[in-house]
């Protein structure tokens, strides 16, 4: 591999690196050579960009990029090592050149120095100092890194004047602060092991903050606060990058249960095959992400016994082979924890998890979530034992492409209900067992979807109840193909799948009776430009009964029939029984 190429300008703002037209991430092409594309960054469509937005957020991949290279180089043979400490001097000279803030950044953004934001210098800072760290420990690394020490001392202090500032606006609980508090770490850790002592990691976290941002931004049912499937696994990330060198047994009790109980979190949501949905803001499918899942993976694996995980990173090897960093062997000095205990609700970040054979299902019945929340209160999401997404989350584009935005935050792209065709309010709902309720979405609008597990199908009851007379929606928005047959005034029949993927089945009957329209949408964030057909499934009245009956395909006995009377669903099954569950119960 060709010598890294440090870039001698600071970077921007890594969320305008995607195309306008499309919606999509521009390519990045080979960040660690320096140069930009001499036509443009492409994307997928053929789009090529040059504008100083581009250009600066390919910078920031770039830092980024080379500083999680630099922790590869750091642990290899002695001519690596010394391309690493090459490239590190270089960063010291053109860090200690820069103003004291960015000075192109935006008026809302907390600044760094080499970086628009002090979170992304933060993320950088973390890997520099690790690869730092690594180098100190090899006993020819000598005098070189002495040039290094003013490069650490300044980010632990731009770090820990960043996050001091957060502390005075009071956002505790910010990712942001995680970060920072990370970077404060790093830097120190790496520090003490170039001066020739011993971190105390877990002394460490309590003097920058770590611990105490652990015990006010996680639940207790182990989500971080803004239930982002993406914003949990960086905050968890984080963490885990911050102790290294901990012994697992000498982790406070507190430390260690809010780390098992983030862990359990994703493990409890993950589909059989380890997909994880992307619940509210976050990246829909992602090289970069995909390998940020397989580090902490990796590092749980380490940190805990049973590698709870594991299912989680080889499904995240779908969109990212990248060779993790070679400092994870060793990370935690010490035997493993005991494995984190499994579960499937999770009250107060608002989701519960179903299984029926074939089917994973996902209710989301949560608090909003501060910025990264979504307008989708009682989604219901749908994946096959392989992954397959039926019925996903769609996630998020990044930031800058504001028209896309909003458009994934919004209620017409999630599996939940509308009514008069307006968006929900952001607000809070109520997760009690098996039920999702809100009342604060509309005026006068009460809504509750239960969820009945069933080994041979998955039952779906979506009531809603209002004040005065409108039009009541049910969303149906696939991430797959979707096949939709009347089967008069009242009912329909959905297949769910494209080519050689998992099916699914859905019989669908509403009481009074409802329209069926199939919509065209945009698809999964990952590409908007790919439309998709749902389904709006509509009414006009004060209330609305919308019962939807799932089965994989290879489900016995298979659905026949599915009818409501009053208070009682009713299915037909292919054997001659008919099950029976009440309404509202």
């Not at 600066?56 to 991949?61: D, E, F, M, S």
């Not at 050689?500 to 089945?505: F, G, P, Y």
Request: charged share 20%; hydrophobic share 40%; net charge negative.
């Amino acid at each position: 591999m060709a010598a890294l190429t440090v870039p001698r300008e600071a970077g921007g703002w890594w969320h305008a690196y995607v195309c306008p037209a499309h919606g999509v991430e521009l390519d990045h092409g080979d960040l660690l050579a320096g140069a930009f594309p001499a036509n443009g960054a492409a994307c997928r469509y053929g789009c090529r960009l040059d504008t100083d937005a581009v250009r600066g957020a390919r910078t920031v991949l770039a830092h980024q990029a080379i500083a999680q290279r630099l922790r590869h180089l750091a642990a290899g043979p002695p001519a690596e090592r010394h391309e690493a400490v090459t490239a590190l001097h270089r960063y010291a000279e053109l860090y200690a050149g820069l103003p004291g803030v960015h000075t192109g950044a935006d008026d809302w953004m907390l600044r760094g120095r080499l970086f628009h934001q002090a979170l992304t210098e933060a993320i950088w800072a973390v890997n520099i100092a690790h690869a730092a760290r690594t180098l100190a420990s090899h006993r020819d690394a000598g005098p070189a890194l002495g040039p290094l020490v003013p490069l650490l001392e300044s980010l632990r202090e731009a770090a820990g004047r960043a996050r001091s500032e957060l502390l005075r606006k009071g956002d505790a609980r910010s990712n942001y602060t995680a970060w920072l508090a990370a970077a404060e770490i790093a830097c120190h850790g790496a520090l003490d092991v170039i001066a020739g002592t011993v971190p105390d990691p877990v002394r460490l976290a309590e003097e920058y903050g770590l611990g105490a941002h652990m015990r006010v931004s996680v639940h207790r049912d182990g989500w971080e606060w803004e239930a982002s499937t993406y914003y949990h696994l960086f905050v968890l990330r984080a963490y885990l990058l911050a102790l290294r060198g901990a012994r697992p047994d000498q982790v406070p009790d507190d430390m260690a249960g809010v780390l098992g109980a983030m862990v359990s979190a994703l493990a409890g949501v993950a589909a059989p095959d380890g997909t994880l949905p992307a619940l509210h803001d976050g990246p829909y499918r992602r090289a970069g992400q995909a390998a940020e899942i397989r580090e902490v993976a990796a590092l749980t694996g380490r940190l805990f016994a049973g590698d709870p995980l594991k299912w989680v990173a080889q499904a995240a090897e779908r969109d990212s082979t990248a060779r993790l960093p070679e400092d994870l062997e060793g990370w935690f000095a010490g035997g493993p924890l005991p494995t984190p205990a499994q579960r499937s609700s999770f009250p107060d970040a608002g989701f519960a998890v179903f299984r029926s054979t074939g089917v994973h299902a996902v209710l989301d019945a949560g608090p909003h979530g501060g910025g990264h929340g979504h307008r989708d209160k009682l989604s219901l999401y749908l994946y096959a034992d392989d992954g397959t997404a039926w019925q996903p989350d769609p996630g998020q584009v990044p930031y800058a492409h504001q028209g896309l935005r909003k458009h994934y935050a919004s209620t017409a792209a999630h599996p939940t209900f509308r009514v008069d065709e307006t968006e929900q309010r952001p607000c809070d709902a109520v997760l009690d067992g098996d039920t999702g309720r809100c009342d604060q979405a509309y005026d006068g609008v009460t809504a509750t979807r239960q969820v009945v597990e069933d080994r041979r199908y998955l039952l779906d009851i979506l009531v809603l109840e209002a004040s005065a007379e409108c039009r009541l929606t049910a969303q149906l928005r696939p991430g797959t193909e979707l096949d939709v047959v009347a089967q008069g005034l009242d009912r329909a029949r959905t297949v769910w799948g494209d080519g050689d993927s998992a099916v699914l089945t859905g019989c669908h009957v509403a009481r009074p009776p409802a329209e069926f329209t199939v919509v065209t949408h945009p698809g999964t964030a990952d590409d908007p430009a790919r439309a998709r057909q749902g389904v709006d499934w509509s009414l006009t009245g004060r209330r609305a009964v919308f019962v939807s009956v799932y089965q994989a395909a290879d489900a016995t006995p298979s659905v026949r029939r599915v009818s409501l009377s009053e208070r009682t669903v009713h299915i037909d099954l292919a054997d001659g029984t008919v099950a029976t569950h009440p309404i509202g119960a």
